[in-house]
């Protein structure tokens, strides 16, 4: 194929939503569904989350590209992935044709994507399809409106040092905390300290989304796909 082919081809950074098929996008389902190449992470040669959630949506046949990350492992084996999943990726838009990179929630919020932006964005046309975040799909589910009027809204990161979060926290009127897992402990603890109450919700708009009060908690650790929302009163 000619270079001007290669040059029209695309790559998508597609957001899926937070869970809920019926939550993508009608642009994310569009291009899902007339796709000839998907790729997608997944976590120790395991499922993927964000095609489990497109799979209503996937097209009778088409080419995958699935990139295997390795979680519980040094940086650099991470990035090594995402070489070679790019350079896999890479082949293909070179030949012209299209890849749609399905992000679970959104593209650009803690999302993935950006690590194959970064590497692909320079040399080849990349769309980013935002997509329904996790943040705002638990606070639907909540029934709570995340912040209003002039409040300021605060994303922690449960991996930051427990300090951080209770410097974080303690001037918050709003805060989301993500990445909870193996960090329950820890934040369940901060919370405490600052006499904060807090609803984890885990696996949002999915079918075994469960809701429940930080405080009530008995585990030290919950699933990976957790959100605590904190509102001070
Ligand atoms: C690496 S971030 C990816 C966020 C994603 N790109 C988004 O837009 O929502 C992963 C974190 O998002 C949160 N998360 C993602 N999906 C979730 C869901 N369905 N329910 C609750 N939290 C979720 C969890 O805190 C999880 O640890």
Redesign the pocket.
């Known amino acids: 194929m000619g270079g001007d082919q290669a040059m029209s081809a695309t790559l998508y950074g597609l ?1 899926v939503g ?2 809920d098929p019926e939550l993508m996008t009608v642009k994310a389902w569009r291009l899902v569904s007339t796709a000839g190449v998907i790729a997608y992470l997944c976590a120790n040669g395991g499922e993927s989350t964000a095609l489990e959630i497109a799979r209503p949506f996937l097209p009778d046949s088409f080419k995958a590209i699935a990139i295997d990350m390795p979680m519980k492992v040094e940086r650099e084996v991470g990035q090594a992935a995402y070489d070679s999943g790019c350079a896999r990726i890479a082949e293909l838009l070179e030949k012209g044709e299209d890849v749609v990179f399905l ?4 593209p650009f ?3 993935s994507f950006m690590y194959v932006f970064e590497r692909l964005a320079e040399k080849f046309n990349v769309a980013v399809v935002p ?1 329904v ?3 705002t ?2 606070a639907a589910e909540l029934r709570q409106p995340l912040v209003g009027r002039d409040e300021v809204l605060k994303v922690l990161p449960a991996t930051l040092p427990a300090e951080t979060l209770q410097a974080e926290l303690a001037t918050a009127h709003a805060a989301a905390i ?4 193996r960090h329950f402990g820890k934040v369940k603890a901060v919370l405490a300290g600052l006499g904060l109450e807090g609803m984890a ?6 079918p075994d989304q469960t809701i429940q009060h930080v405080a009530d908690i008995a585990a030290d650790t919950l699933p ?4 605590i929302i904190v509102r001070r009163p």
Request: with cysteine.
């Open positions: 957001g937070p869970g992000c679970e929630g959104d919020f803690y999302g997509g975040t996790s943040l799909a638990a993500i990445k909870v897992g919700i885990s696996h949002a708009t999915r990976y796909f957790t959100t």
